[in-house]
Structures are given as C-alpha cells and as structure tokens.
C-alpha cells in the first residue's frame, strides 16, 4: 500500500459499524473520499459493500461510528437528509415508480409546493440529458425502459437535485456493453466538474477500467486499498483470502433432445417470449444469458408448466404439453428452482421439518417422526446451518439454497435453475454447481439462468442468448469468448 | 316518461349518488397512498348517526355535517395506528371497525330514532340553474351535492396535477423507493388516510341529512360503504371513472324502484339486493379485464375490447402492504 | 384495562350507569342454569361457524361470507325437513337434515371459492356479495313459496311438528346433539392442524401459494376446499338454529353470528385451543345484553361494541408483543 499526499476529502466514514441481529455486516469500516476522484468499492456478494453505502446514503441507519462531510460531523435520520447535504445514491434494485413516466419520476424528490412546474423540469431534464450523453424521451412510461435506461433517469435526477457525492451500487449488472461506455464515459465527465464519485462492484474489470483509487472489503472489514495503476491478483488476494481454484467439469457428451419448443410466445417479465424455439438435450448444462428481464425467467417458467404459452408448441421428449399444469411436468421430471427463494422457492412461517413433511408425507396424516429423521439426513447431507424446527426465513441465503436443492428429485429429466448463485459467496457458489454437475451422470439436462458471464463460461456447454424476449443466439460455449457473448447479450448480433 | 320526468330522474340520480360518490372519492385516496380502509360501512353510519344527533342537538345542519367529517376522520385514524403505527392487516382491523363502528351507531344513536331533524335544503344557483336541462339536474340541490360535485374535480386535479399528488401517487406505487427519494411514506400515509376518512364521514351525513333523513335500525345506509369500496375498483383508482361508477350505481338504483313500480310481481328483497350480484358481476369483468395473462398486442383481438379498456387500470402497486421499520 | 375504559366512556356518553349495566351483562348470561343453558344455545352456532373459519384464515382467505353460508345451511335444512312434515320416518328427515345443511353451506361457500380462484374477484366482496343474495333468497322463501299458509310474516314460516325437532333440555332451547356437534367439530379440527397432510398444506399455501405449487400441490384447489369445509360447518350451524332452536325458517336464521365468528376467531389469534372460550364469552355477552333494553333503555348492540373493543385490544397486543420479542429488528 503506498500513501499519497491527498486533497482534503470530501466524506470520511470513521469506524462504522452495522449489525442486522446476530450478523455483523460492517465492522469497523474507515474511509475516505476525495472530490473529482471515482473511487472503488470492491468485494464479493455479502461483503458488506451495499450496506455501508447504504448507511452513507441515509437510507439504513449504522449501529455506530461517524460520517463526516467536509469535515463536519453529520448524522442522517433519512435519505432527504443525505440529499439535503449533497449525497445521492444509485441503488442495487430501482427505486423508481414503473407506471409512472419519465418525467414524473424524475421530478418525484425534487417538488414541492402546489404548482406542477412540467415546462421548467422538462427543460432541465433535456439539457442535463444532452451535457451527459443521454436520450431519454421524457413521456415515456418508466416500465418500458431498459435498466440501462431507468439507471440514467435516475442518475439525471440525482444531479438534477444538486449531488455532489454520487454512489452508484452495481451499476453495471444488466446492462448492456454499450450502456455502460455511455455510463463510464458520463462518470468520468461527472468527476472532471468535481463531484466526488463512489462505484460499488464486485467486477474486477469494472473496478479497473474506470477507478482511480480501489478499497477492498470482505466479511465486513476493510482488506486493502490501492491508487492506479492496480495489481489485478492482488486485488483478488484482498477479495476471497487465496485465489480460487477453478472448478473441475466432467466432459459428457449430449443425448436425445428432452425438451422442444417450437414458435412458442408467452407474456411475462419485461419483453415476454417471442416466437421462441430451442431443443433440450439430456445431459447438457445450458446457459441462459442476457439483460435482466430479457425472457429467460418466461422460458424457465414455461419449461416447468408455470405458465401457458399463448401461441407455439412445447413438447417434453414426445410428448405436447399443451394445457398441462406444473405438477404435469413435475412428474415427467422437470424440477424448478426459482430465484427468489423466499417469494417462489419456500414457505415463509414453516420450518424445515415442515418443508420436509410437505415434500415426502403424501398420505392422509402426517408421521412427524418420519419427516423429522428425513430433515435431519436433509441437514446433515446438504451441511446446512440450522435445526429442523427454524423458520426457513431465519436461514442465511446460503442455508436456504441449499435446503432447496435438497428438495430436488434424485434424477429428474430437466433441471431449471434460475440465477443458482445469486446472493451466495464464491465458495457457495462452487458447492452449488459441484453438486448439480452430478445430476449430469443420471441423463439430466441442467438449463441455468445467469447474468455472470464468468460463471456461464465456467459451467455452461452450450449458450441460448435472450435479447428482448426473443433468443437472437444459440451456440456451443467452446465456440465463443466473453466479449463475443457481451455484445450479443446487448443486441449486437 | 314525460320529459319533466325524465329531469326528476336525472336530478334524483345526481343528489342520490352523493354519499357514496363522497365515499368512493374518499376511499380513492386512501387507496392511492397505498391504504385500505375497510371500515367504510361501519363509518359511514356512525357518521350519519352523529351528524344527525348533532345537527339534531344544535338544530344545524352544517354543523352535524363538520362533527361526521370528525368522525370519519377519528375511525381512520383508528386504522392508521392499527395497521401504520403497529403494523397490523389492514383487513383485519378494518373489518372489526366496520363491526364496531356499526353497533357504536345502533347502541349511542338509540335515543335518536325515529326523530325529526334539521337537513339541508336545497339552494338553487342563480344563472347556472336557469340553464335548460343541465340546470335542474345540477344546479338545484343543497350545497353537499354541489361540493360532491366539486370534490370530484378537485380529487382529480390534486393527484395528477400537483406535486402533492404526484408524490401521493408514489408512495402508493412503492414507499421503499419514495423513501430513498427523501419522503416520509408513513407520513404521507397517515394524512390520506384522515383526509379520505373525513370524505367518508361526510358521506355518512350525506346520508342521514338529506338522502335518508334521520336515523334508525336499520338507517338504510347498511350496504353502501361495501359498494363504495367496489367502486373504487370500478374506478380503476381514477376519482374521475369512480365518480361516473357513483352516478351509474344511483342510476340503477333509482331505476330499481321504477321496475318495482311496474313488475309488483318480483318481490321486493329481490331488488334490495340487486347491487350485490351486480357488484361481484362487475369485480369479474374488471378482474377478467386487468388479468395480466392476456398479453397487451392481443388485446385488440379480442371482441370485449373497448370494455377491457374502460376497466384496465391498475391498483397501487403497494395496496395494503405497509412499509415496516424494520424491512429498510 | 382499556377495554373496561372504552366501554365505561361509551356507557357514560349514552347517559346509563355503567356499572348496572354490566351486572346486568353479568347476570343476563350466569346468572342462572336457565341463563347459561341460553348462553350454550348461542355458543354452539357460534363455535361451528369459528371452526370452519379457522380453515379460511390458515390458507389465507377472508371467508366473510359465513352469514350467507349458515343460512343457505338453514335453507337447505328446512328443505329436506319441509319434506319431513306428515311422513312415517321423521328421524331419518332429521339426522338427512344435518348433511343437506353443511352441503348448502359448502355449496355457497364453494360459489365465493370459484370467484376467488377463477374469477379474480377478491373474497371479501364475494363473500358479501352472497351473503346478501342469500338473505334475498332466505326473504324470498319466507315470503313467497313456503310462506306460512293464510299469512307471508316476518315471524317465519309454519314450526315443524316436535317430531322434527331436535331434542332439548328441559325450559331452554338447548340441544345436546348440538353441543356434541360443536365440540366434535372442535375435536376434529385439532387433530387436522395437528396430524394431517391437510392442514399442513392449507397453512403453506396460506403462506405462499407460489411456492406450494413447487411442492407439487395445487393453492387454488385447496383455497376451495378449505372455503366448503367453513361453508359446511357454517352450514351446521344453520341446520341446528332451524332443527334445534327456532324449528322453523326465521328471517334472522343467522343472528350475525357469521360476522360474530370472525371476530371470535380473530379474538383467539387464530387458534383452535382458545376457540372454545371466546366464543363463550361473546355468547355471554350476547345472551347477557339481552336484557339492556328492558332495564336501561339502552340498546343491545352494547355488546357488539365490546366485543369488538376486545378484538382491538387483542390486536394491539399482539403487535405490541411482537415488537417486545424482537427489539433489533425494530431499530
């Protein structure tokens, strides 16, 4: 680490610490923040990372510590207290209205008072557009923008309102190549005036190509800090302990097609599903890539007969499956594992005893003794952290993904599986597909959705690319790179 | 029907459907701040009980109408520390209000049945009533009507026209992101959930001060509070088609007891619960219109298209569901 | 306790003596064998209604429409006891009267059921919807088809002869079989939320519906049994009050007791052990203000808003000690 003679900064954060019940998420975090600089906030998922930038921006509050701005001690109750002082953040997951319009969100923050003023926020919205490289048309309802496109709308009001501290939190997630040029472009733009910028990552690449200065945090804690120029294996060192090894595939070759879907349109997500048609085989592991929202989710849940397309064909080896229900497919062997674990996957309220009853006592009563050793053989196998009578909501993520792939048939046909790692650690995360490459040895076709090209080149034989509800790419992966795949991903065909 | 008649009719209609055009207005509110206030029924008779004691008591009119105002108000606020403060289901709390609300009115409005009181005559407005047509169907009621009639341009007005509105409609759509944008969603809240109360009570003296003057077991108003709430759907959350549901609702109403008139064979409970059946008829055509299945470019196939665009509007994102301290 | 002080304030804003009148609550309902054997009368509807409620709430639905539910029960009853009346074997019209009751009630139960899951209409406005076409039915028949020969009156139709009617104590209305009913289904349910698959199914997709269909069983077909089962044992309750208690269709067949219920149930925080007792208490709080108007001049709805002030009560007490066991998720 080499220290620099710096200008005074512009926000310090002095010993924060934040505890969620019995989980420390910082833990004595201290940092500094120059004006006209774009600083790097690295680390892997549950790092802490969201939280302490949620902290500075009011949103959450911290169980202690100071924040000083310009070297005044401030304590915020409240977001409008942080945008008061000049510091706005872009957050992980929108925080905009998608039935209301451009416009309206843009102005919702800023008005006040009895008067509607459309004409002068109209003007301030264009020209802030034109001075950061941005089209937006300002009518337009928020729901049919891009996430590339609600982030810009959101970044323009915050500047529109006078922030000078900007905090982007995973900016680059689900967007296209070429919206994150324009994004970095107009950052860079941004710090040049003098603002003082924050980037919150977990990509190396993001980190690298656009910051001056990189803190690194992991388990809570400030591991390391480095000016440009960056030593990427050093960075890497600072973020998971020892670099991490690689994961061992087992080469198998594909079977007979399983799943067949010919022309089929279904509504759904953002784009829905256009005239969509693939082919499944057995034993493949198969990539679903593309933006947020671009019709993976509306693929997956028409494969596991959650829902009916509307036009097209959808057979499972030869037989249609026109007008089936999900337990249909469930019993050919189709077995689906949604992302939000908590909202489609369990039972908020249950516990895992009672999962493991629900899943395996089919008679009339119930024998909790039965399911009581069944959960515990569940525990024990899938090592997770926690005892059969806990509400499954009370599990850490990690815990909760486990006990749902403990709840996956022994060998079903097709295997959905909707962003697998989301939310899990790197080592999770290896666990995880460790596991599910066995299913591979009993004929099973893996079909994944994920938005980490890494991870899709890690796992993945072969790669469907979904661009605004419609696959524009189906292609084995030993037959394409990670920049090839980035811009299909953002329509560049 | 003679054309004078048919004016009659029109004037009943537009002076019938004023407490529950007042209530659906109300509850639109409410609802568009993300709140629901399921104790309209129960309100809206405590309302016109005390409005009418009051009036009765102090021989005034305007001031029953200010005391039913209060005590909408006063059971909307009862929801707002059950379900905002401790976080309660809005449903539950709204029910046993509606419940409590209803007997509070029989057991304290008891020595007030069956009695004369003061109620609001009507005042006709120069010029404007003289207008043929419009005139004796608008402009020749009591001013509850005409500030019915004004409330209704001034919901609209105030929700897509100012910024209070727009930052009532956010909070609705969703108080986390409100919240991040530097609002106090709970705040907003509280204060629609009064404001859309005191509506409410004002729909109750509509009631017991002019539309079914005076009080009694049953008052007559037992029912509306439950149709107001479905206008609101009817409405698609707009004041406006909540307003015109409010008037085709009065309409049939005053129909109903033309049809009586002249089928005396049909009993009459069948027309007393007329509205019910028709109510749920129409919640399934709303639902079957806002069903999310039905992808919007084949809309236009669909035969029952222009009905499905009269009733495509959307529930505030985050109806009911309460932002708690504890999820920031 | 604030119950006691909302209710005082009340009583002392209509101008009664609060403490005569809750004596008089107290003595209308225990005050002796004759008394409570009324209170038991009202508990048994009471608790039937409560149960089958309690199979709503698990899975999540707000079956408001238990009144509808208990008088098409009742309808159904009279019914089959209509065809009863001059034939050689009453009893078997009797004991066929109970299971043509639950089945009206589930039948009516199932209509809200449908709209719910097919239609998209929200519950709580089915479920009302039909209560009040069932009470225009109910009026209907008692003023039209199976008016009382000579005169249609709103005392009902024509009393069945006592063959037809279910045996009572001695002075009251109350009959064993139907206290044996009530506890029974009392019985049965325990066991069900305890032991069953099905009861464990109804509170998962309560819970989340969404995710129930991962685990292979389908929400909607639950949320329509779970509404016939409340219907039939409304249902029940209808087809004591017309064999049992009135021995004739009434206008008032229902005496509330469906809106009642789900107070009851929402007074035991949804659980089946408490069921019992609440609904004691509300039926001694029904039976005992009986008497107000008589005595006070004061009407009887008093008890309703004390009990619905113990529902509140109940309410705020439950979120306060949810906010007390968990402190660090309040900050």
């Not at chain 1, 989710?297 to 036009?311: D, E, I, N």
């Not at chain 2, 004004?150 to 009532?168: D, H, K, S």
């Not at chain 3, 209409?121 to 076409?133: D, K, M, P, S």
Request: proline letters at 6%; a positive charge; one cysteine or more.
């Amino acid at each position: 680490m080499r220290i620099h003679p710096e200008p005074p900064p512009a926000v310090e954060l002095v010993d924060i610490h934040k505890r969620y019940g019995s989980v420390n998420a910082n833990q004595g975090i201290t940092l500094r923040f120059r004006p006209g600089a774009i600083h790097g906030i690295l680390g892997e998922n549950g790092a802490g990372k969201s939280t302490l930038m949620k902290i500075l921006a009011g949103f959450t509050q911290k169980t202690r510590g100071r924040i000083r701005i310009h070297g005044v001690d401030v304590d915020f109750q409240a977001p409008a207290v942080a945008s008061r002082l000049g510091i706005g953040m872009l957050y992980q997951e929108p925080v905009d209205f998608p039935v209301l319009s451009v416009l309206e969100n843009f102005m919702i923050g800023q008005i006040r008072g009895f008067r509607l003023h459309r004409k002068a926020f109209r003007e301030r919205f264009e020209s802030l557009c034109t001075r950061l490289g941005f089209s937006l048309s300002p009518e337009t309802p928020v729901r049919q923008l891009t996430p590339g496109e609600r982030q810009q709308l959101e970044i323009l009001r915050l500047l529109s309102m006078g922030t000078h501290v900007l905090i982007l939190d995973e900016p680059t997630t689900g967007i296209s190549s070429f919206q994150k040029e324009t994004l970095f472009k107009a950052l860079r733009t941004l710090a040049q005036e003098g603002k003082t910028i924050i980037l919150v990552s977990h990509k190396l690449e993001d980190v690298e190509s656009l910051c001056d200065r990189v803190s690194v945090l992991r388990h809570g804690k400030i591991t390391g800090e480095m000016e440009r120029p960056f030593d990427p294996n050093a960075l890497l060192k600072m973020m998971f302990g020892s670099v991490p090894s690689p994961l061992k595939r087992p080469e198998i070759p594909a079977g007979a097609p399983l799943l067949i879907l010919r022309d089929v349109s279904a509504p759904g997500d953002r784009s829905g599903l256009k005239a969509c048609s693939a082919i499944i085989r057995e034993k493949e592991v198969v990539a679903l890539a593309g933006l947020e929202g671009s019709g993976q989710g509306v693929f997956m849940r028409l494969a596991a007969g959650l829902r009916a397309p509307v036009s097209g064909v959808l057979r499972l080896r030869d037989e249609g499956m026109h007008r089936k229900d999900g337990i249909a497919f469930q019993k050919k062997g189709v077995a689906f594992l949604p992302t939000a674990r908590l909202e489609e996957g369990l039972i908020p309220g249950l516990s895992i005893l009672e999962h493991v009853a629900l899943k395996y006592c089919r008679g009339f009563r119930v024998h909790w003794n039965v399911a009581r050793d069944q959960a515990a053989r569940h525990i024990r196998y899938f090592r997770i952290k926690g005892d059969p009578e806990m509400p499954v909501e009370s599990l850490s993520g990690g815990n909760q993904q486990r006990l749902m792939l403990s709840f996956l048939p022994d060998a079903p046909a097709l295997l959905l599986l909707e962003k697998p790692t989301r939310g899990l650690d790197f080592e999770s995360a290896l666990w995880v597909w460790d596991h599910l490459f066995r299913y591979r040895e009993k004929n099973t076709a893996v079909v994944f959705s994920s938005s980490e090209l890494e991870e899709i080149f890690m796992v993945a034989d072969r790669i469907l690319v979904f661009y605004e509800g419609a696959v524009i790419r189906d292609i084995r992966a030993a037959d394409t790179d990670i920049h090839e795949l980035g811009s299909a991903i953002a329509g560049k065909a | 029907m003679s054309g004078s008649e048919w004016l009659l009719l029109f004037s009943g209609v537009v002076a019938g459907a004023t407490p529950i055009l007042l209530a659906a207005l109300g509850e639109t509110l409410t609802e568009k701040a993300g709140v629901i206030n399921l104790s309209l029924d129960g309100t809206i008779l405590l309302a016109a009980m005390v409005a009418f004691a009051v009036a009765f008591e102090t021989q005034s009119a305007f001031l029953g109408c200010i005391a039913a105002c209060l005590v909408g108000a006063l059971v909307a606020a009862a929801v707002g520390l059950f379900s905002l403060k401790l976080g309660q289901s809005q449903v539950a709390v709204g029910f046993v209000l509606t419940l409590t609300a209803r007997d509070l009115a029989y057991f304290l409005g008891n020595p007030y049945a069956r009695l004369h009181g003061p109620q609001f005559s009507s005042v006709p407005i120069p010029i404007l009533s003289d207008i043929p047509v419009l005139g004796p169907v608008l402009f020749q009621h009591n001013w509850m009507v005409y500030a019915g009639l004004g409330m209704i341009v001034l919901c609209w007005a105030y929700i897509y026209r100012t910024p209070m509105g727009l930052r009532l409609r956010a909070v609705g759509e969703d108080p986390r992101a409100a919240f991040a944008r530097g609002e106090n969603p709970v705040r907003l809240q509280w204060i629609y959930t009064l404001c859309g109360g005191f509506l409410v009570g004002a729909a109750g003296a509509a009631f017991s001060l002019f539309v079914k003057p005076g009080w009694g077991r049953p008052q007559g108003a037992e029912g509306t509070g439950w149709i107001a709430l479905a206008l609101v759907i009817f409405g698609g959350w707009h004041p406006m088609r909540a307003a015109a549901g409010a008037y085709l609702f009065s309409f049939l109403q005053v129909l109903g007891i033309y049809f009586q008139g002249w089928i005396p064979t049909v009993p009459a409970q069948v027309f007393q619960v007329a509205p019910f059946p028709l109510m749920i008829f129409t919640l399934l055509i709303i639902a079957y219109a806002q069903r999310t299945t039905i992808p919007r470019e084949d809309r236009h196939r669909l035969r029952l298209k222009a009905l499905l665009e009269v009733f495509s509007g959307a529930a505030p994102s985050a109806l009911g569901k309460p932002l708690r301290p504890g999820s920031l | 306790m604030a119950v006691f002080g909302f209710t005082t304030g009340i009583l002392m804003l209509a101008g009664a003596p609060p403490m005569e009148a809750y004596g008089l609550l107290l003595k209308g309902s225990l005050g002796s064998g004759k008394k409570v054997g009324a209170v038991l009368t009202a508990w048994v509807p009471l608790t039937l209604c409560a149960v089958g409620l309690l199979y709503t709430f698990r899975i999540a639905l707000w079956n408001i429409g238990v009144e509808g539910q208990m008088i098409m029960g009742a309808v159904f009853a009279t019914a089959v006891l209509r065809w009863g009346v001059e034939s050689r074997l009453p009893l078997f019209y009797l004991i066929l009267a109970f299971p043509a009751a639950a089945l009206g009630g589930g039948l009516w139960a199932m209509g809200a059921g449908l709209l719910k899951t097919k239609g998209g209409v929200h519950e709580i406005f089915a479920g009302l919807g039909l209560n009040f076409v069932a009470q225009g039915i109910l009026l209907y028949l008692i003023f039209g088809p199976w008016k009382r020969p000579g005169v249609a009156s709103m005392s009902g139709t024509a009393p069945f002869p006592p063959e037809l009617w279910l045996s009572s104590v001695s002075g009251v209305r109350l009959s064993p079989e139907g206290v044996f009913l009530a506890a029974a289904a009392l019985a049965v349910t325990v066991w069900m939320f305890r032991y069953s698959r099905l009861g464990l199914v109804f509170k998962a997709a309560g819970n989340n519906p969404t995710a129930v269909m991962l685990f292979g069983e389908k929400p909607g077909r639950y949320m329509i049994l779970a509404m016939v089962l409340a219907g039939a044992f409304a249902g029940l309750a209808g087809g004591v009050q017309v064999a049992g208690v009135y021995h004739r269709l009434i206008p008032s067949i229902s005496s509330n007791y469906g809106y009642l219920a789900l107070l009851v149930v929402m007074l035991s925080n949804y659980r089946v052990a408490l069921v019992p007792a609440v609904a004691f208490f509300f039926a001694c709080l029904n039976v005992g203000g009986i008497q107000l108007p008589m005595v006070l001049k004061i009407d009887s709805s008093l008890a309703g808003v004390i009990q619905g002030a113990w529902v509140l009560a109940a309410l705020a007490a439950v979120a306060w000690l949810r906010k007390e066991g968990r402190p660090e998720e309040a900050r």
